[in-house]
């Protein structure tokens, strides 16, 4: 239970310093939902959605008034397409994703994830139907989200998917150029997809995962700057530890809805996901944390060990909190979506190789970076490599949103909207690595993969 005092700090971790439930997302298996007509499929697919689905807005609205904490979105995530596109053909797959759409539009939520194939060790059927038609269903819909798991630590690096993850951004993007590519924000590449995560774009419900489940991803970027700068004469270790206590109280916010939902719904309750999600507002930056540490402009050196130093505190507090702590937990830096991490960009404190340092101790990758429009695709392959690199060796999860802005060029501005935010295209190396990526195959899985 919270005492009196614990609910008047919540209170102005809410009013003053941006504390939210960024999202409470539901997963649905669709397993069951497979029949020998298409038709049939789509609608026992809306049909199941919508069982649990049509109720989650209404839920998040009355658990707002009843708490008073900002609940930004509702969101659904869904079994891996792939696994459903099997039993038919390319077109068939398409209108799956046009009944995505249409369920997510019905029940009112602003984002369903699970447009999805995971292609770490290989390609069915099912994973080429999708990857075939993620541009079209990205570019003709609002709402569907995509996401490829090209790698695991146990499997190695699928090479052929990174390839085909690059041509899809490519199309994406070019069949979006009237938005600056904007479909492209709606797909991730991942090494390591955790099967929980209730964010998006990455977001779809595991095959191990109950047949619904509630997962609920809790941001408080500025609670935790607050912190930091209340502390200027604090050494290392007391700073880390007042981000622990902070990321304990923000977790235990985070359960209590999540509960609180899954009752409501009448489903089970999964994780919570404790992740420092930035947003465009001012004062809700992760960047802006490492800078009141006492770094002149994120990117800067000794940026990595202060990004290192906050995720931890961040993790071992919320583990500290709730048992059920999954999804990504950790510290995001999507750029376009985080104030701070555009102007460190801007006054060249921070450019793509820093940021791929960054994430070898952060909760996910490269992320929300745009890029010129003429990128050659075997670059964003080789980009999306040295990423993937990273969470396969490291037995984490690295993951890869990257936006090729068609017709512009480094240093001029993009501007996405919301919560994706504005943010100036990064420039990206001019060499080339076409022959090492083309020659395909997989990478072998890493020797502490053998771990039996």
Partial sequence: MFNFGEILETLKMIQEENLDIRTITLGVSLLDCVDGSLEKTCENIKRKIKAKGQHLVETAKKLEVKYGI?????????????????????????????????????????????????????FTKGDLNVFKTIPRVLSETERVCASINVATTKAGINMDGINYAAKIIKETAELTREK??????????????????????GAFHGIGEAEYVVNV???????????????????LEELANEVKKTSFKITRVGELIGKEAAKLLDVKFGIVDLSLAPTPAMGDSVAEIIEAMGLEYCGAPGTTAALMMLTDAVKKG??????????LSGAF?????????????????????????????????????????????????????????????????????????????????VEFGGLLGRTVIMEVSCFGSQKFVLRGGRIPAPIQSLRN
């Avoid at 600056?180 to 774009?201: H, S, T, Y």
């Fill in 180 to 201: 600056d590519g904007l479909g492209c924000a709606k797909i991730v590449v991942f090494a390591n997809a955790p099967e929980d995560n209730p964010f998006m774009a």
């Fill in 217 to 235: 991803g809790v941001s408080g970027p500025g609670v935790v700057k607050r912190v930091v700068e209340k502390m200027p004469q604090a050494d």
């Fill in 333 to 413: 830096i999507p750029v376009s979506e985080d104030m701070g991490m555009v102007r460190a960009v801007e006054v060249g404190a921070l450019n793509l190789e820093k940021l791929e340092a960054m994430t070898a101790v952060c909760s996910v990758g490269l992320d929300m970076i745009a890029i010129p429009g003429d990128t050659p695709e075997t670059t964003i392959a080789g980009i999306i490599a040295d990423e993937i690199s990273i969470g396969v060796i490291n037995g984490k999860t690295t993951a890869v949103r990257i936006i090729p802005v068609p017709g512009k060029k480094a240093g001029e501005y």
């Fill in 70 to 122: 900002p609940i930004v979105n509702a969101r659904v995530s869904v079994t891996p397409i792939s696994l459903l596109a099997g039993s038919f053909d390319e077109e068939g797959t398409l209108k799956i994703g046009y009944a995505l759409e249409e369920v997510a539009e019905e029940i009112g939520v602003n984002f369903i994830g699970g447009f999805s194939a995971l292609v770490h060790k290989g």
């Fill in 318 to 327: 919320g583990a500290m909190a709730s048992s059920m702590v999954g999804g």
